[in-house]
Nanobody, 122 residues
């Protein structure tokens, strides 16, 4: 069983910063990539940023230059530093681990966290 747990959401004023963290744990065999997605009310879930096992990163155009994704050396903890936040960044942020488990070592699966609310408002 693989668990993905996010932390660090909250309320922040426009122009402020927040840092989200995510830890993947449990019966993980290999983590191929981790990423952050967000879903605002009435909208589809969208990719915010991702980082591969090799360290390659990818960002949504809307957050480039403002958000930075990073991971620890073990590769099972990923953070999202969010600066210059805007009201349109308000959403539930979800962490995703693209990984295989010890139960099925050759099958890649998406493991999702429960989400953390980020609200940008004055």
């Amino acid at each position: 069983h693989v668990q993905v747990v996010e932390s660090g959401g909250g309320l922040v004023q426009p122009g402020g910063s927040l840092r989200l963290s995510c830890v993947a744990s449990g019966s993980i065999f290999t983590i191929y990539a981790m990423g952050w997605y967000r879903q605002a009310p009435g909208k589809q879930r969208e990719l915010v940023a991702s980082i591969t096992r090799g360290g390659s990163t990818n960002y949504a155009d809307s957050v480039k230059g403002r958000f930075t994704i990073s991971r620890d050396n073990a590769g099972n903890t990923v953070s999202l530093q969010m600066n210059s936040l805007k009201p349109e960044d308000t959403a539930v942020y979800y962490c995703l681990a693209d990984a295989s488990s010890y139960l099925y070592t050759d099958i890649r699966m998406d493991f999702w966290g429960q989400g953390t609310q980020v609200t940008v408002s004055s």
